[in-house]
């Protein structure tokens, strides 16, 4: 059972319902929009992806509808300012403050319902922020009524309690909970810039397009059977460390990867990868149409299905590891790869690329002293950005915990 939180006296609990003029009508839904409606200009349609925990979400692709279909549907215009609350799981109950994004005109679709609550009595900031507790998000699990309703009513959602200090210490504690959202989204914008800049050093210096200082020789032509052996052997030594490749995460324990074990009991057939070595994932994912290929850093030794195309490096004194490592994380092997895999090839999700059409795909490489001085300067930038992810990692728990002390009324910041 969840123990009741205990907020100061002089703080009121207040029903979501109770904070709008018309009780008639506590919110406006969004509107029903059909495909067919849909356009690339006109006015923009917020989706319930836009809405985060505490924080828009303002994705690239963008969905509008003409002014001809919003008159023709009658649909609810939005203001900058409102609340959305998304009603739809994962997980229901978010809600965000819709931000200025420079449109025009914005709708939103029927998932969302539009909270507009008395600005006299409350602060907007301080009421999204007590939607993005784990309390608000424990009542509204509790009011769906079990995992099968992916939805909460509107009546429902009226029904939950909001703990409101006075109006004074609402917007110092929102004026702090702001300050550090401004913290975070520097960062995180600081981690896209550092994350473009790679991007752009990895195209430029991986293909040769740009050059390190004090290197002028011809690259050359090599088949990856000439810089790799694959690697075939068993699980014979009864390894438990069954793994998966994930596109954007690589090499992911499968248990982790799919909340379950999806391998085989017995794994003595499953290849044996060790720390260093590759393998070429032939299922294509978002980001990656022609699979991925990833190396293996995080074990010592992995348990991995034999559908997977494994090598090593020949000789690490010729072929440096680390430079391939960005070479195929940067999806260069693509080109090749649509001209060896066969046609009608993409079967239950896999791409029908044979381990001896795939060693004879050709790169073409400096030599081992540009390799290493090239992974070395995108190995300095994924430190930054690491760096810059853990940094923001730290913001974003250092705001989880002043909102557990300070939308409680644990920790005072006036009275």
Excluded at 21 to 32: Q, S, V, Y
Excluded at 339 to 349: L, S, V
Aim: a positive charge; proline letters at 3%.
């Amino acid at each position: 059972m969840r123990e009741k939180v205990k907020y100061p006296k002089d703080w009121r609990l207040l029903s979501v319902a109770s904070l709008v003029d018309d009780k008639k009508d506590l919110f406006d839904d969004g509107d029903w929009i059909e495909a067919e409606y849909l356009t690339d200009s006109g006015i923009r349609l917020i989706q319930t992806g836009n809405v985060g925990e505490g924080i828009f979400v303002d994705k690239e692709k963008k969905k509008y509808i003409s002014e001809q279909s919003f008159t023709k549907l009658k649909c609810k215009e939005l203001n900058v300012g409102d609340i959305l609350i998304c009603r739809l799981a994962d997980p229901a109950g978010r809600a965000c403050i819709l931000p200025d994004i420079g449109e025009e005109k914005m709708i939103t679709s029927v998932d969302v319902s539009i909270y507009r609550p008395k600005l006299d009595y409350v602060d907007r900031t301080f009421i999204v922020a007590s939607m993005s507790t784990a309390n608000w998000f424990n009542e509204i699990r509790e009011r769906c009524g079990g995992s099968t309703r992916t939805r909460i009513a509107r009546s429902e959602l009226g029904k939950l309690k909001i703990p409101l200090p006075p109006l004074p210490e609402q917007k110092a504690i929102a004026q702090v909970l702001s300050t550090a959202d401004a913290a975070i989204h520097t960062t995180e914008k600081l981690i896209a810039q550092k994350e473009l800049r790679k991007k752009w050093l990895m195209q430029q210096l991986l293909t040769g397009k740009k050059r390190l200082k004090g290197f002028g020789e011809e690259w050359k032509e090599k088949k990856l059977s000439d810089l790799f052996d694959r690697v075939t052997r068993k699980n014979t030594e009864g390894n438990t460390t069954v793994v998966t490749i994930s596109a954007q995460r690589g090499f992911v324990r499968q248990t982790d990867f799919f909340n379950k074990n999806i391998a085989s009991e017995i794994t003595d057939n499953y290849f044996l990868v060790e720390r260093g070595e590759f393998c070429y994932n032939k299922s294509y994912s978002n980001g990656y149409p022609w699979g991925a290929t990833k190396r293996l850093n995080d074990f010592d030794k992995a348990v991995v299905t034999t559908l997977y195309i494994c090598f090593g490096v020949k000789d690490q004194k010729k072929t440096n590891p680390d430079f391939f490592e960005q070479y195929f994380n940067a999806n260069l092997l693509d080109k090749g790869l649509t001209k060896i895999a066969h046609e009608g090839g993409r079967a239950h999700g896999l791409l029908n690329v044979t381990p001896s059409d795939f060693f004879s795909l050709k790169v073409t490489v400096p030599s081992y002293e540009e390799q290493t001085a090239i992974a070395q300067v995108l190995q300095v930038a994924d430190k930054e950005i690491s760096l810059l992810k853990a940094k923001a990692e730290k913001l974003r728990e250092q705001k989880k915990g002043l909102m557990q002390v300070l939308l409680t009324g644990k920790k005072r910041l006036i009275f």
